[in-house]
Structure formats: structure tokens, C-alpha cells
């Protein structure tokens, strides 16, 4: 009999000590999701990354990968989470290279950054492998990096020939300027200008006045218009507008940013008709539309302007994680059934803003977790010690 009690007082200890080690199973958070989705489009052996619709590596989803890496501090660490001279070597491969005058083709992408592998080339996915470039020579530190460089020149040669007459940059040669691209062009110059000062990156603006006069005949009254000819200002245009104003070497302070604040501050939706819209940005006055980009462009004109400190921080935060989709990655709107890396990494780059984006993603639950029962083994194991420490209760009690 005293062993019996000895057991079942050994039992309990047991279970006593069992139970307060076990934790309970964290769930899910908005971290694990985004980290699992980005692991799961990285292609090793083209070092870059696919979106969800096929598996073709391409510039804009290696672009927001690298940028959310970036923004999480994970492209600092090492060994960082890839290869990352294979993923800039993706990007110098989808520079296009050739330059045969007597194909159209060549002449409208040389020097640019193709979406993939010969793929359309744009301003746009041009402005995003010049950003992710910067971010790669920022990890200097290691191998091959700094041995590895992309034809300058010729971007060079493709800025130039996205410059209109008007003074204005274009998605494309030959197609008519709009200033979000113009903005993307002036980026690009400007890096190049600091990347390396030998190519005198300005010297290819024709005539900067011209290019300051364009941008100028966009603004109307508190904003910018996508172009002159286009009939209503935006979020979009207008954050553009002010930071292509503020790129240009000959510009001081930036002619009517504070307007420009204020009423991209007013675009700010904080009773929209959907709770999971409220807090994001409408494109538009009164247009009731708040989106990702709306959202993206008006806080970045807003951090460089200095408004932040006016915008409804917790409610932005919500509309940001509102955006993120099922697969981990984020859409255009909440609610939107996909997503892709661009938003995902823009995502996280926002999130910074107003704290540390791994901390607010880490403290957000998945809310497409399954939250059915799930059994952790170790309340399974309490379980059976507590069984069998009541088995070996009554059958002392018995013999007693």
C-alpha cells in the first residue's frame, strides 16, 4: 500500500511539473503568414522570386520580397534568409541588353528592366530593379556583391529615351508622359548621379526647366494631375508631383508642399462604409475609395513632408493589416481574394513608419487561422498522467 501512494504522489509531482512547463500552442500570426508565403515563391536556382500565378521568376515580386526582407531586418542577418548574389544576378539578367536599331523592340526596352525573362519593360518595373539594386549594394558585406553591377549606360540610354519634348518622362518611348513615371525617371537619375558620379547621370535631362515646367502644369489647385491634360487631382499624382519637385537639382524648397499635405491629409477615411476600409486613403476627393496605393503614396508624401504626426496612426495600422490576403501576402483592398509581394513588402515598409513592422505584424493574429481544436501533445500527455494518477487514487483507496 505505501507503494501505492508512493507512486501516485511520484504521478502527481510529475503532472505538477508537466503542467507548469507546457505552454499553451501560440497561434498564428500575421508574421508566420507573410514569412511562409515569401519562403514559399523564392526560386533557388534563379535566385529570384514568382508570384502566386505561375512560377516564372520576375523583377516587381523579387522587388517586394527583398524590400519586406529588408524592412524586417532579415536581409541584415547572416547567413541572410537567400542567396544574395544569385538574387542580384537574377536582376542584372533581366536588363535588356540588346540594342539592334533596326528592331522597334530594342529600341523601346534597351538599358530598361524587364517584368521577366524578354518581358515588357517599363518605367515602373525599371524604377523597381533600380530600388531593389540599392538595396542589394547596401549588403555590401557580402560575397560577390560588390564585385557584380548592372550596364549603367545603357540605363541611361533608356531614361533618355522615355524624355518627351514636353519636358515629362514616359512608361515607354514613345508614349505620352505622365508624372508617376517622371517621378520613377528623376529617381533613377538621381540614384545614378550618387551610385556613380563618373556618368554625370544629369547631364541626360534635357532641360531641366522644361522638365520643373511640366511637373508645374500638372498642379492644380492643392494637388497634381497625372498629367496636364488629365481633368482631376489625386493622392497618387500628387505625391509623385511633390517628390519629382524636390529631385530636381535647381529646386530649393518645394513650391506649395504644405497644401499638398493638407489635403492629402483629408483624404484619410476614418468612417468608411466598411469598418476594414476605415483608416486608409481615398485616391480622390470624396471619391470613397481607399486602396493600398492611395495609402502607399499618400504616407510616404506625408513622412516627407512631416504630416505624419497628423494622421490617425492606429487606424492607418488597421487598414494596412486589413489589406493582407489568405496566402500571406497583400491586395490592393481588404477583403481582396489575391494578393502579391510588391504590396507585401510596400507593406511592411509602411508599417515602419509608425513603429517596428515585425512587432506589429508579430502581435497580429492570422485572422484566416483555422481556429478549430487543435490538440497539443503535451495536454494529451497531462491528460493521461491525470488518468492515471486517478486509476492509482481508487485503487488505493479500495485496498485501504
Wanted: hydrophobic share 45%.
Amino acid at each position: 500500500m505505501k507503494r501505492v501512494k508512493i507512486i501516485t504522489i511520484a504521478f502527481a509531482f510529475m503532472l505538477v511539473l508537466v503542467a507548469a512547463s507546457a505552454q499553451p500552442v501560440a497561434a498564428a500570426t500575421r508574421f508566420d503568414s507573410l514569412s511562409s508565403y515569401i519562403s514559399g515563391r523564392y526560386d533557388a536556382v534563379r535566385g529570384g522570386y514568382s508570384p502566386p500565378l505561375d512560377d516564372v521568376v520576375r523583377v516587381d515580386a523579387t522587388y517586394g520580397a527583398i524590400l519586406a526582407l529588408d524592412e524586417l531586418g532579415s536581409l541584415d542577418t547572416r547567413p541572410p534568409p537567400i542567396n544574395l548574389t544569385k538574387a542580384l544576378d537574377s536582376l542584372i539578367l533581366r536588363q535588356w541588353s540588346s540594342n539592334d536599331l533596326d528592331v522597334e523592340l530594342d529600341l523601346e526596352r534597351y538599358g530598361g528592366f524587364s517584368e521577366y525573362l524578354i518581358g515588357p519593360v517599363t518605367m515602373g518595373m525599371t524604377y523597381m530593379g533600380i530600388i531593389l539594386l540599392e538595396m542589394l549594394k547596401a549588403q555590401a558585406d557580402y560575397p560577390g556583391i560588390a564585385n557584380k553591377d548592372i550596364d549603367k549606360s545603357a540605363l541611361l540610354v533608356f531614361i533618355n529615351r522615355t524624355q518627351t519634348e514636353s519636358g515629362g518622362f514616359s512608361k515607354i518611348p514613345g508614349n505620352s508622359p505622365d508624372i508617376v513615371s517622371t517621378y520613377e525617371a528623376l529617381y533613377i537619375i538621381d540614384f545614378l548621379s550618387t551610385y556613380d558620379s563618373s556618368l554625370n547621370a544629369w547631364d541626360i535631362l534635357a532641360n531641366e526647366s522644361l522638365t520643373q515646367q511640366w511637373i508645374n502644369d500638372c498642379s492644380f489647385d492643392e494637388g497634381f494631375k497625372l498629367s496636364p491634360t488629365s481633368n482631376l487631382i489625386g493622392v497618387t499624382p500628387t505625391a509623385a508631383g511633390i517628390l519629382a519637385l524636390d529631385l530636381l537639382p535647381s529646386v530649393g524648397v518645394v513650391p506649395g508642399l504644405q497644401d499638398a499635405s493638407n489635403w492629402i491629409l483629408a483624404r484619410q477615411v476614418i468612417d468608411a462604409y466598411d469598418d476594414d476600409f476605415s483608416g486608409g486613403f481615398e485616391e480622390g476627393f470624396e471619391t470613397e475609395d481607399p486602396n493600398f496605393q492611395s495609402t502607399y503614396y499618400a504616407l510616404k508624401l506625408l513622412e516627407y513632408s512631416g504630416g505624419l504626426i497628423s494622421v490617425n496612426e492606429s487606424m492607418a495600422i488597421d487598414f494596412i493589416l486589413n489589406c493582407q490576403v489568405e496566402d500571406g501576402s497583400w491586395g490592393y483592398i481588404p477583403g481582396a481574394s489575391l494578393g502579391n509581394l510588391v504590396y507585401a513588402g510596400q507593406a511592411c515598409e509602411l508599417l515602419n513608419l509608425f513603429g517596428n513592422a515585425a512587432t506589429i505584424l508579430a502581435g497580429s493574429v492570422d485572422p484566416f487561422l483555422d481556429t478549430g481544436i487543435v490538440l497539443d501533445w503535451r495536454y494529451v500527455a497531462i491528460g493521461g498522467l491525470l488518468i492515471v494518477g486517478l486509476v492509482l487514487a481508487i485503487v488505493s483507496i479500495r485496498r485501504d
